[in-house]
């Protein structure tokens, strides 16, 4: 009856303890703030918002966009005024009047045009420029962003280890029963066992740390965000080659040097153009004596130059010489940009299918084997050489495997700056 009593009383204690820490953990935890989990998408959208490089590619947008107001601006009129004495020598008044006023205005009719043309094809140009920056940002965001994502799975998988190793821990909590039979020479080798997880545990925390450094500081983040990814997971994009190539046209850089063959074209017109002054038209007042009275005298007058001599054919032929070089950086870049949409698409491809396949094959059966292994491990039926055979193989494959799918989403970053992709956009095919 005594014993009856004494358990009564343990069970009592258990269920008031249990009351007073559901109590506590009920309160609201007012000093630890929300953890952000940042996706890709959020991460290239911070760091495109605070990009100084952007801001400098605004800035060449507006210049162009300054130019091409300046080139579709007309020319300003000339007033020209004239005061001598031929009035007071005609009637013998002396003194000095006005006796003539000119307006003059040139006629730019052959070249505002071509060089509206040629302006709004740079400005285009500029455009295009500005969006190629961002996707070599977006690129750069990647691979921090995959960076940090790596070391985060990667201190999550050491914990993972940790724990496992600790099981077999003779002093823990959790015994073995098998353990207390265990030679000296097995024990040291669960001790290096769990030494070996601790110390991976501290290593890869260190550089999750260190990679969640350079993922603030790229990403202009204030010093108490502590900066946690979504998990990594598989690829799912299934692009296809002949449609990334047929899209190409549309690339940034592409349709940029292709801006740049129509402005040099355009100076062709330009140059041709602006080979002779543009015509003046002069519109004027004279006062002169006609019939032995002051008489106003009104006129219009144009004035063109005659090329008799000088053609002016220098900037004619310069202006030809850049269509030529601006024809061969198009094919030049066309080629580029398609080699390395190839090799990036091949490199993609084949990265996802290794880590599909490695899951299948290599991941989940060591998996597999490890659970089978403890189990025979506890039943007597296994020693520890095969425990440890068993669990370094399958944290070894489960972090190979966390390394191809980080490889894969780099990859798949090169391939979407191949194709001209934006992550924060609509992704074409």
Partial sequence: MQRISVVKQQRAKRVVVGIVMGFFYSLPVLSTPPVETWSLSSATAQRLVNAAELRAGDADVAIRQAELNREGAWPNPTLELRADQRLGLEDGSGGVDLTQIAITQTLPWSRLERQRTQARANLSAAHCARIYLSLQLENQVAR?????????????????????AQHYDQ???????????????????LDILRESAQQSML???????????????????????????????????????????????????LREKQLALDSARAGIAVAAASRWNDPALTVFRERDYFGARPRDNYGISVAFQIPLWNQNRAEVDRASA??????????????????????????YKRLQNQSTHYASKILEPSQRFLGLTQRGFSSGELGVLALLDANNNYFDSAQRHLELLSETAIAAANLRLAAGISVVTEVRP
Avoid: C
């Fill in 171 to 189: 002093n823990g909590s959790r015994k073995d029963k098998i353990l207390r039979y265990l030679a000296p020479i097995d024990r040291a080798r």
């Fill in 203 to 253: 290593m890869t925390e260190g550089e999750w740390r260190e990679a969640g450094e350079g993922f603030r500081r790229f990403l202009l983040l204030s010093e108490k965000v502590d900066p946690v990814t979504v998990p990594i997971a598989p690829a799912e994009w299934q692009p296809v080659l002949s449609e990334l190539i047929a899209g190409l046209d549309q690339h940034p850089a």
């Fill in 144 to 164: 921090i962003f995959h960076q940090l994502q790596l070391t985060q799975a990667k201190y999550q998988l050491a914990l993972r280890r940790l724990e496992t």
């Fill in 322 to 347: 850049k269509v030529l070089l601006s024809e061969i950086e198009l094919t030049v870049k066309r080629r580029e940009l398609e080699q390395q949409l190839r090799e990036s698409y091949l490199r």
